[in-house]
Nanobody, 123 residues
């Protein structure tokens, strides 16, 4: 098990930017598949981006070109840089992690979750 704590959420206007951070309790996050998952109003949880043990990133179509996932393995921090934000990006953003080789932008495969950070984009 790894504990995850997100921060960096807030309110921005359309077109603005935010950077989310997720601090992990493990000093070996490079061995985990990690992801950002969000829950937007009226929708099920949906994957946003993932990064595998080789630091290969994957993105859902609706954020590709706008969001960037990255991590600092020395500091055990996962990031999500969000640019050109839209009102439909509003929601609770969760950091998630799993061990093992399976990795992807699918919420259901993750078994370690943070408590989330709220993101609000106004028009």
């Amino acid at each position: 098990q790894v504990q995850l704590v997100e921060s960096g959420g807030g309110s921005v206007q359309t077109g603005g930017s935010l950077r989310l951070s997720c601090v992990a309790s493990s000093n070996q996050i490079s061995t985990y598949c990690m992801a950002w998952i969000r829950q937007t109003p009226g929708k099920e949880r949906e994957g946003v981006a993932s990064i595998d043990r080789n630091d290969v990133a994957s993105y859902e179509t609706f954020v590709k070109g706008r969001f960037t996932i990255s991590r600092d393995n020395a500091e055990n921090i996962l990031y999500l840089e969000m640019n050109r934000m839209k009102p439909e990006d509003t929601g609770m953003y969760y950091c998630a992690a799993r061990s093992g080789s399976m990795c992807g932008v699918v919420a259901d495969i993750y078994d370690n979750w943070g408590q989330g950070t709220q993101v609000t984009v106004s028009s």
